[in-house]
């Protein structure tokens, strides 16, 4: 690609990009989806749009998104499992910008067919993937690498009286957080926790 480039004056230098057109997928749990943004690549770096309300509401995901966060994670971190109850379930677009992370969800929908099954996917700033996580779900991440910085969308605010979580180490779902265990780091609440089976849930399957 180098050999096509040529030498302009740098306000109309002239590059050639590449466009990974944005794509949804739907994953083996209902309702779970991993979006794939347009990226434009060329030798500056990339841009891409992190959310458009109108371009994802033509792609089906009509939702209206009202709170932003942000973390930061060093290496070893393990943050989740969480969740809010109803009426304050949220629904999440999560994504990386900085580092990568393995991100966690858990199905907590009774009857739903992938009820306690959960999905662990890679997400970081190369593969620049977005995860859509709908309501009544336990939703973690782990730093596997140096470091991460985590940002999701929400379309309900935090609620405290709501919120409650699993333990990232419950025998029952038997997640695999690809840290080692001499290096996990967890917060004193996280790691006080109940395991799946005690844990308090109201979420239904519709």
Known sequence: MDSTWRKLPAKSYKEPKICFKMKIHQTKIPGLLIIEPDVFLDKRGFFYEAYNYSRYSEMGIDIRF???NCSYSTRGVIRGLHYQLEPYGQTKLVQVLKGKVLDVVVDLRQNSPTFGQHLALEISDENHLQLLIPKGFAHGFSVPGKEAVFAYKCDQYYNSASERG???ND???NINWNIPEDEIIV???DDELPGFLDAERDFMFV
Do not use: C, E, F, M
């Open 66 to 68: 009202i709170q932003d």
């Open 166 to 168: 699993i333990n990232y």
């Open 171 to 173: 025998a029952t779902l």
């Open 187 to 189: 917060s004193a609440k």
